[in-house]
């Protein structure tokens, strides 16, 4: 019997531009939206060309940080060099290969839900940017990942996470929202990758409105607060556990 492993497009194409092409460019396949290119020179971008709230969020950290979904590592190398102790996570072998290469110190392949490792001690911070809250994928997840995300905080500690409000995308030219209130929620989205000719399978991808952010933190046990908000919707949050 022969086994067939999904292509990384995401770690090939960081690798390709790591090692020196720097045209390497990823195609963004959603069934929400038309194709984009993603150029992979995104995930590398220095501390002067993040956004603003990817900026505030690094000044915001503390403690020993998580980098959930970190990519290149691009947010972990500046944590690192502010004197941070991080560790990166990233599914995509790709990219874990890369950060090593690039100089994150401690990397890991695994996705959000997994546990600590028994020898592992909990963290002040996790980190989850470019709209990094999608990693839950769904509400189900998101519920599920801040019920897990105490196992992975210290008393006292924080998630920082971007999301999106993307009913934007279901206006009409009135502004009226064109929403199929029976489906499932607007910000439930499907994606896939496809780089050098190979597309890799379709995941979930959640963006969450902040209502219902504070409504599944509250849930959860959380206080959420909001640090800032662009002018495309996105907004960086601040989750703290309470008790």
Same mark, same amino acid.
């Given at each position: $019997? ?25 195609i963004?396949h959603?069934?929400?939206? *038309?194709?984009?290119? &993603? ?5 590398? !971008? ?8 990817? !900026? ?7 403690? !020993? ?5 970190? /990519? ?9 060099? %502010? ?10 072998? =790709?990219a874990?290969?890369? $950060?090593?290469? %690039? ?25 989850? &940017?470019?709209?990094?809250? /999608? ?8 519920? %599920?990942?801040?019920?897990h995300?105490r196992? @992975? ?13 993307? %009913?934007? &995308?279901?206006? *009409? ?7 199929? @209130? ?22 979930p ?5 902040a209502? @219902? ?7 959860? =046990? ?6 800032g908000? *662009? ?6 949050? !601040? @989750?703290?556990?309470?008790?």
């Open positions: $019997m022969t086994t067939t492993t999904a292509p990384d497009v995401l770690g090939q194409a960081l690798l390709a531009y790591h090692h020196g092409d720097a045209e390497a460019s990823l963004v959603c069934n929400v939206a *038309d194709d984009e290119p &993603l150029p992979a020179a995104y995930f590398f !971008r220095t501390l002067l060309l993040m956004p603003e709230l990817e !900026r505030l969020a690094l000044d915001e950290c503390r403690g !020993r940080v998580l980098d959930l979904g970190a /990519g290149a590592g691009c947010h972990s190398l500046e944590l690192q060099s %502010r004197g941070f102790e991080v560790k990166a996570v990233d599914e995509s072998g =790709g874990a290969q890369v $950060m090593t290469e %690039r100089g994150v110190r401690t990397v890991a392949r695994h996705d959000i839900f997994d546990p600590l490792p028994a020898n592992e001690l909990p963290y002040d911070t996790i980190l989850l &940017l470019m709209n990094g809250l /999608g990693l839950t994928g769904t509400l189900e997840g998101l519920d %599920r990942f801040l019920t995300a196992t @992975l905080l210290a008393p006292g500690g924080q998630i920082l996470a971007t999301s999106s409000d993307i %009913r934007y &995308l279901y206006e *009409d030219e009135d502004g009226a929202l064109m929403l199929n @209130l029976n489906g499932p929620y607007y910000g439930e989205v499907d994606y896939s990758l496809s780089y050098a000719g190979k597309t890799g399978p379709s995941f991808w959640l963006f969450v409105d209502a @219902l952010l504070n409504d599944a933190a509250e849930t959860a =046990g959380f206080s959420a607060e909001f640090l908000e *662009d002018d495309d919707e996105q907004y960086l949050v !601040r @989750l703290t556990p309470l008790g």
